[in-house]
């Protein structure tokens, strides 16, 4: 019997998505364990994020010839490994090369996806299939990072990336009985410099680094603000990333009202949205019953921002959606590394807040990019 293609997709961006994200909430115990900084336990996510780039950068686009179905069943086989290395880890320099190779494989994975998702759904309902396997992200976060800081409390921090391997070969196994019946579109090489010439790419591109930047620099010091400076557990901050996701969740529900508005203003609203969650979670940074409503607030706009943002792009050049969101995926990753080494500056100078308030500088950034005018007209996808 072949697996459905939609939950598939969402399910393998569950795992992916986990696996970048479920660092932060463990940090301190990873560093208690490996006897170093948790600062410098997050700059793991950096290796992560420069190793997703590269391949962003590099293999993504092998997607646009070999079909994007095949390069995500390379990644998973990718990430396996990466994730065997990280769980069995015995130094801080061995989680860096770990995280590096996953970086690798998610680098080829998340543009795959992206790909796929534009591919699968029914004709003119694109945007709300990526809309359904963007809820992925909702798992990763809920069913991932939750359930991780947990059992990092229970067994161990190792037992959470051999979880995420063992969920990871699934993965694999499945997307080898799942025909999704792929259209390769290109018909001559595809490259990121192809892709820079598609027009509008700089803009979409410019939108998509601001909400990465600001997203992964609050969130990777969200874990040490409420283990270290609040004193509470990880499963404590593993709470903050419940109540993100399940905002991040549940605005599913709301994306077909928000799909009624034209792009440019539906994005505006989602950052303007985003700048507000940001400047709640600064406020209330000290309260931790306050802290979980805003991080609601912000896991909502976080949804409607990053559905946005991907129509936008994969609605640019169908024969070039893997150059496309491989430069997407290498943005998105460079500001993994930019949130774990240019926000550590402000979280050891004022705080977590201090870092909340660039992430809200990032988001009002973005909303003047949405509402500035184009030279371009955007599809009624993207």
Not at 134 to 141: A, D, F, I, P, R
Request: aromatic share 8%; charged share 10%; with cysteine.
């Amino acid at each position: 019997m072949l697996t459905k293609p939609v939950p598939l997709l969402t399910a393998t961006i569950g795992v992916v998505g986990a696996n970048s994200l479920v660092l932060p909430p463990i940090a301190t115990v990873v560093a208690q364990d490996l006897g170093v900084l948790p600062g410098d336990i997050i700059q793991a996510m950096g290796a992560y994020g420069a190793g997703t780039a590269l391949s962003a950068l590099v293999l993504a686009p092998r997607a646009d010839r070999i079909g994007a179905d095949r390069a995500l069943r390379h990644a998973c086989a990718m990430l396996i490994v990466a994730l065997s290395i990280s769980a069995l880890a015995p130094s801080i320099l061995i989680l860096l090369i770990g995280h590096a190779i996953a970086g690798i494989g998610a680098g080829m994975a998340l543009p795959a996806i992206y790909s796929l998702a534009a591919q699968v759904g029914p004709k003119g309902r694109e945007k709300q299939t990526i809309g359904t396997v963007l809820t992925g992200w909702t798992l990763s976060l809920v069913g991932g990072v939750v359930l991780a800081s947990a059992l990092a409390d229970i067994a161990g921090w190792r037992s959470v990336y051999g979880l995420m391997a063992g969920m990871t070969v699934v993965i694999w196994f499945l997307l080898g009985r799942c025909d999704m019946r792929v259209e390769v579109f290109a018909t001559a090489p595809t490259s990121p410099l192809t892709g820079l010439q598609v027009p509008g790419i700089s803009r979409g591109l410019l939108s998509n680094a601001l909400l990465m930047l600001g997203f992964f620099g609050a969130y990777s010091f969200m874990g040490p603000h409420v283990v270290d400076t609040l004193g509470l557990t990880v499963s404590a901050a593993g709470l903050v990333t419940f109540a993100y996701g399940s905002g991040f969740g549940l605005a599913v529900f709301l994306d077909r009202f928000v799909d009624r508005l034209p792009p440019g203003r539906a994005s505006a609203l989602a950052f303007a949205g985003l700048l507000i969650g940001y400047g709640l979670m600064a406020f209330s940074a000290q309260v931790f019953m306050l802290l979980l409503a805003a991080a609601f607030v912000w896991g909502v706009f976080q949804h409607f921002a990053l559905n946005a943002v991907v129509a936008r792009l994969t609605a640019l050049d169908p024969a070039q959606r893997g150059a496309i969101m491989g430069l997407n995926s290498a943005s998105t990753y460079l500001c993994v590394l930019g949130g774990a080494m240019l926000f550590r500056l402000p979280y050891e100078a004022a705080g977590w807040p201090a870092c909340l308030m660039v992430s809200a500088l990032c988001a009002a950034c973005a909303c003047v990019e949405a509402l500035w005018p184009r030279r371009i007209t955007w599809s009624a996808d993207g």
